[in-house]
């Protein structure tokens, strides 16, 4: 029937459910997120059968577990297990006070999906990679997902169609064009800035920018975005045209909850690699194929592209947009982002 969700829906409404503290069925399997699960669920959770533990592999590294899942770790838990255990174990704000969490005895071998299924859809919520996960018999009222054809769902280039569109002068550039566009998956929307009007066969400047609230809007001096989002713009202002492209990633793709978690572990000590790993994510965890879709509905099918990361001009070659120069976007450095930046050079394959 059309009036029952499709599956992107029904995964739209997984992730939603995960943020709100409410198990979903994944298979054979509930799962929870650690970061929102209340004690009442966890003890109704834990009366069903044993507790599995899942966190990612870059977490389970800094816990010393072992992995035997490649991307994942299955950890088994106690009958009785603390909420405030579990929190502590997916959560590292307190690692450096009480490391040892375990022992952790990691499961191997079965079947990974469900596992595999619920650690993606944690990480599009932009919650901690962590999830409690018990087998038990299928519940109504929970949102189901078969977590084989969720993933192939997830890993796919999420269609973009274009909602509303005005003229919105900036100081930049007096002629100017909003274009707001919103992903059938149901995620945030993103946005199209066009200056002046760029013909469709030649190739504008472009830069593909990651949203970032606390150097776009509160002029953060931890990182580079800021002064790059307006150098940018003037850019395009002067050459009269251009297309930014604001793409809501907050945080390189883990949110801004996360983001302020990696900067507590910053103030730690580690570089910005090393949060993000201790989080439980990767490098790097934005989905530029995005910025691509972005400019192939917009009717560009050439960029000359504003940027020091060379993953970017590769990305958008790979899916169907030609890079014809990559244009540097170097802003000077200031006291508290020079480390930001050399961990940007040194890891990240940043041109500085």
């Given at each position: 029937m059309s009036l029952l969700p499709t599956l992107p829906e029904r995964i739209a409404r997984a992730r939603g459910d995960l943020r709100m503290g409410l198990p979903v069925v994944l298979g054979e399997w509930l799962a929870a997120a650690v970061e929102t699960l209340g004690p009442a669920r966890l003890a109704e959770m834990?009366?069903?059968?044993?507790?599995?533990?899942?966190?990612?592999?870059?977490?389970?590294?800094?816990?010393?577990?072992?992995?035997?899942?490649?991307?994942?770790?299955?950890?088994?838990?106690?009958?009785?297990?603390?909420?405030?255990?579990?929190?502590a174990v997916a959560d590292p704000a307190d690692d450096l006070q009480s490391p040892m969490k375990g022992p952790l005895f990691t499961q191997r071998g079965g079947d990974t999906e469900p596992a595999r299924a619920a650690l993606l859809l944690?990480?599009?919520?932009?919650?901690?990679?962590?999830?409690?996960?018990?087998?038990?018999?299928a519940m109504d009222g929970l949102t189901r997902l078969d977590p084989a054809p969720a993933l192939?769902?997830?890993?796919?280039?999420?269609?973009?169609?274009?909602?509303?569109?005005?003229?919105?002068?900036?100081?930049?550039?007096?002629?100017?064009?909003?274009?707001v566009l919103r992903p059938e998956s149901g995620e945030s929307e993103h946005y199209a800035i066009e200056i002046g009007a760029p013909p469709r066969s030649?190739?504008?400047?472009?830069?593909?920018?990651?949203?970032?609230?606390?150097?776009?809007?509160?002029?953060?001096?931890?990182?580079?975005?800021?002064?790059?989002?307006?150098?940018?713009?003037?850019?395009?202002?002067?050459?009269g045209e251009g297309v930014l492209?604001?793409?809501?990633?907050?945080?390189?793709?883990i949110g801004l909850a996360n983001k302020m978690r990696a900067?507590?572990?910053?103030?730690?000590?580690?570089?910005?690699?090393?949060?993000?790993?201790?989080?439980?994510?990767?490098?790097?965890?934005?989905?530029?194929?995005?910025?691509?879709?972005?400019?192939?509905?917009?009717?560009?099918?050439q960029v000359r592209l504003m940027t020091n990361n060379p993953r970017k001009a590769l990305m958008l070659a790979d899916?169907?947009?030609?890079?014809?120069?990559?244009v540097p976007l170097i802003v000077p450095p200031n006291p508290f982002n020079r480390d930001y930046l050399a961990t940007k050079a040194a890891k990240s394959g940043h041109l500085l």
């Open positions: 834990a009366a069903l059968g044993p507790l599995v533990l899942v966190l990612s592999a870059r977490r389970a590294a800094t816990l010393k577990a072992r992995v035997y899942d490649g991307d994942l770790a299955r950890i088994e838990l106690d009958p009785g297990v603390s909420l405030r255990w579990l929190r944690a990480k599009t919520a932009q919650l901690l990679p962590g999830l409690v996960m018990v087998r038990a018999p192939a769902e997830m890993a796919r280039e999420a269609a973009l169609r274009p909602v509303a569109a005005a003229h919105l002068p900036l100081s930049a550039a007096h002629q100017s064009r909003l274009h030649a190739a504008p400047l472009v830069r593909l920018h990651s949203a970032c609230f606390t150097g776009d809007v509160l002029g953060s001096l931890k990182c580079d975005c800021g002064p790059q989002l307006h150098a940018a713009l003037d850019a395009m202002g002067r050459a492209l604001y793409l809501n990633q907050e945080g390189r793709g900067y507590a572990l910053q103030n730690q000590g580690f570089d910005t690699v090393e949060a993000n790993h201790r989080l439980g994510f990767e490098d790097d965890e934005r989905d530029f194929r995005i910025g691509a879709a972005l400019l192939r509905e917009l009717g560009f099918a899916h169907g947009i030609k890079v014809v120069e990559r």
